[in-house]
């Protein structure tokens, strides 16, 4: 193989994931698959055609450069939306392109009335509003000039949609904080249709909303986490659990994992008892010791915290990272494994026999979230449809 590892996708799990989402709409509800951090690290490509066959027909994007992809990959009916980034050269070809994108500022508002009247066509946006995140929105006060404004060009700004974002869906913490914001939102809405601009989708729900908070589902939602199989949060995982016992059902994970990380043995050695491992001192063989390099490191995004602590699969047997992880290479104390030799499939993260190494697993020694391991993992490892 060329490259040192490959990630593979499930497509059953997606249909899975996604079927799990839809149950928790009325129908109606248009559903975007949020497709930010490299499709959160399955690959844009890869993971568009593998939606797609799901009826999934619009993505959420955060930036214009995303959208590019996203557009070159879609189908032609299939949606494409921006969450962030847009700079005023590119709303060209957002307009051009039929791409919608988010409007939080008076600078992009007015940017994308002048280039929609140049170019003779209206550009589809997305109001964001303010309602308690602080981050990105227009607040309540701003919202007067913007709907004075959008009445004044109703020609060149279509208000596809009008939208926010919840500071932490997925925590108890925040309960009241959301409440808040709903309660925010609605009014803003009520006062922009009273105003006379009505949007066709409100939409505010990420994954943790549609399962939490299911009055935020409104016209669309924006599903990132779950569809990849991750819960949003230890405790919505947990919630789940406490429901199904409730109702009697058996408590399983109706999530399935759609990536899966697998590398190669490179080499075996034996090394003495009394020995250090790799660089420096952090690893003593503390008995006669049969190692196996894999060829990924911190340069593949293997994280160099999981020195001395990672786990990785072999021959269906969870064996150990020993030594400092390098940048391109670890090594894994494969002493228990019967004849494990150059070539065995090594696996990083997902099944292998009964075992199972879950991203979630990473997490808990190395502090980050599930989030930011799947976006860190390179966009240059080739991705592919499992059979
Ligand atoms: C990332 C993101 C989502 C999706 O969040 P998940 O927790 O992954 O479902 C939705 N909306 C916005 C604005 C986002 O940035």
């Given at each position: 193989m060329l490259h040192t590892s490959f990630i593979e996708l499930n497509p059953e799990a997606l249909q899975n994931n996604?079927?799990?989402?839809?149950?928790?709409?009325?129908?109606?509800?248009?559903?975007?698959?949020?497709?930010?951090?490299?499709?959160?690290?399955?690959?844009?490509?890869?993971?568009?055609?593998?939606?797609?066959a799901c009826d999934v027909d619009h993505f959420s994007v955060f930036s214009v450069s995303e959208a590019i992809r996203a557009r070159k990959t879609a189908s032609a009916e299939t949606e494409i939306m921006i969450m962030g980034w847009i700079d005023r050269e590119e709303i060209e070809w957002a307009i051009q392109n039929d791409v919608s994108f988010y409007v939080?500022?008076?600078?992009?508002?007015?940017?994308?009335?002048?280039?929609?009247?140049?170019?003779?066509?209206?550009?589809?946006?997305?109001?964001?509003?303010?309602?308690?995140?602080?981050?990105?929105?227009?607040?309540?006060?701003?919202?007067?000039?913007?709907?004075?404004?959008?009445?004044?060009?109703?020609?060149?700004?279509?208000?596809?949609?009008?939208?926010?974002?919840?500071?932490?869906?997925?925590?108890?913490?925040?309960?009241?904080?959301?409440?808040?914001?709903?309660?925010?939102?609605?009014?803003?809405?009520?006062?922009?249709?009273?105003?006379?601009?009505?949007?066709?989708?409100?939409?505010?729900?990420?994954?943790?909303?549609?399962?939490?908070?299911?009055?935020?589902?409104?016209?669309?939602?924006?599903?990132?986490?779950?569809?990849?199989?991750?819960?949003?949060?230890?405790?919505?995982?947990?919630?789940?659990?406490?429901?199904?016992?409730?109702?009697?059902?058996?408590?399983?994970?109706?999530?399935?994992?759609?990536?899966?990380?697998?590398s190669t043995v490179m080499s075996v050695n034996v090394v003495p008892a009394g020995e250090y491992i790799s660089y420096g001192k952090s690893y003593l063989t503390n008995r006669d010791t049969t190692i196996a390099t894999v060829p990924v490191g911190y340069g593949y995004g293997y994280a160099r915290t999981l020195s001395n602590m990672g786990h990785v699969l072999l021959h269906g047997k969870r064996v150990k990272v020993i030594g400092s992880v390098n940048m391109n290479m670890m090594v894994i104390d494969v002493t228990d494994v019967k004849k494990p030799k150059i070539g065995d499939e090594v696996v990083l993260i997902g099944k292998q026999g009964d075992l199972n190494i879950s991203v979630s697993s990473f997490g808990d020694m190395t502090n980050s979230l599930n989030y930011e391991l799947l976006t860190r993992l390179p966009g240059h490892i080739p991705r592919h449809i499992s059979e």
């Open positions: 996604i079927r799990y989402m839809r149950d928790h709409m009325a129908k109606g509800a248009r559903y975007s698959m949020v497709i930010k951090g490299n499709a959160y690290g399955h690959g844009i490509e890869n993971i568009i055609p593998m939606a797609e939080f500022t008076f600078d992009r508002l007015t940017a994308a009335c002048n280039t929609a009247k140049r170019l003779k066509k209206s550009a589809s946006i997305h109001l964001e509003l303010e309602t308690g995140m602080h981050r990105t929105g227009f607040n309540g006060k701003e919202l007067d000039k913007v709907l004075h404004y959008l009445a004044r060009n109703r020609k060149h700004l279509y208000v596809e949609g009008i939208c926010t974002h919840y500071a932490g869906a997925e925590s108890i913490n925040n309960y009241s904080r959301i409440r808040e914001q709903i309660d925010t939102f609605n009014s803003l809405v009520n006062k922009s249709i009273n105003e006379g601009v009505v949007p066709k989708y409100r939409h505010t729900a990420c994954s943790a909303a549609v399962l939490r908070y299911p009055e935020t589902i409104m016209d669309l939602v924006r599903v990132g986490i779950a569809n990849y199989g991750f819960w949003p949060s230890e405790e919505l995982r947990m919630n789940h659990f406490i429901d199904s016992e409730k109702k009697g059902v058996p408590p399983t994970d109706p999530l399935d994992r759609v990536l899966a990380w697998k």
